[in-house]
């Protein structure tokens, strides 16, 4: 079964300091895509980056970098100059293999999210 | 363009009754997904739909339901409402039309709250 890991409940930065947010995730599924998500306390969730299992470079969306390591199954984000703004919850999530409608489907799976302070 | 937008954001009811909540999603997509949030169990899948029909559900028992109109709007239906289903909602919609699209835009959530 597909699983996603997140072992930091929690997380403290400097402003204008980076931060690794770490996720590691377990499939079989030769064919998978990765997602970070950010949760503010308002609840939306928001979309930041996005890496394909085939993807040959990391992905990069302004700030926001996703450190892929396909052999150690981690997909860590990394969140560069941090800002008082970045204080929030962050998911990683992957979408689930499925068998039917030619594999496409949007299903994720979440790990248990990284609280993320980012102090001035 | 406007994003995905769900109704009511708040909503209290009492154990036993039941609550339909709903979820437009961005103008053009198409897939519909419905997530549980609580703190216990995290973010759970309920089910997707696409085209107005479902085509994946999560592991939840009967009392939860779902449907996509004509026009891509969701609703999702709670019956005899437990106090653990206490939880955010999150509605998810997604372009998906030929190869899978990556991206995933989530509305605000429904809070709901059973008592």
């Known amino acids: 079964a597909q699983k996603i890991t997140q072992t930091q409940p929690g997380m403290f930065v400097q402003e204008k300091e980076a931060v690794t947010l770490d996720c590691t995730y377990d499939t079989s599924d030769p064919s998978y895509g990765l997602f970070w998500y950010k949760q503010p306390s308002s609840g939306e969730m928001i979309f930041l980056i996005y890496?394909?299992?085939?993807?040959?470079q990391n992905a990069t969306e302004g700030r926001y970098s996703l450190n892929f390591q396909k052999a150690r199954k981690s997909a860590n984000l990394v969140i560069s100059a941090s800002q008082l703004g970045d204080s929030a919850m962050y998911f990683c999530?992957?979408?689930?293999?499925?068998?039917?409608?030619?594999?496409?489907?949007?299903?994720?799976?979440f790990g248990t999210g990284t609280l993320l302070a980012v102090q001035p | 363009k406007a994003g995905v937008t769900q109704t009511p954001r708040y909503l209290i009811k009492t154990r036993g009754q039941q609550v339909t909540l709903s979820c437009s999603p961005i103008?053009?997509?198409?897939?519909v997904s419905w997530y549980q949030q609580t703190p216990g169990q995290g973010l759970q899948f309920l089910f997707e739909?696409?085209?107005?029909?479902?085509?994946n559900k999560g592991n939840f028992p009967g009392r939860f339901s779902g449907r996509q109109f004509s026009n891509s709007r969701s609703e999702m239906n709670v019956s005899t409402l437990e106090l653990g289903d206490s939880a955010l909602y999150l509605c998810a919609s997604s372009l998906r039309e030929g190869p899978p699209t990556y991206e995933q835009y989530f509305g605000p959530g429904t809070r709901l709250t059973v008592t």
């Open positions: 739909y696409f085209s107005e029909t479902q085509r």
């Open positions: 103008s053009g997509h198409r897939s």
């Open positions: 890496q394909g299992s085939y993807d040959q």
């Open positions: 999530a992957m979408r689930e293999a499925s068998e039917l409608y030619g594999g496409a489907t949007n299903k994720l799976i």
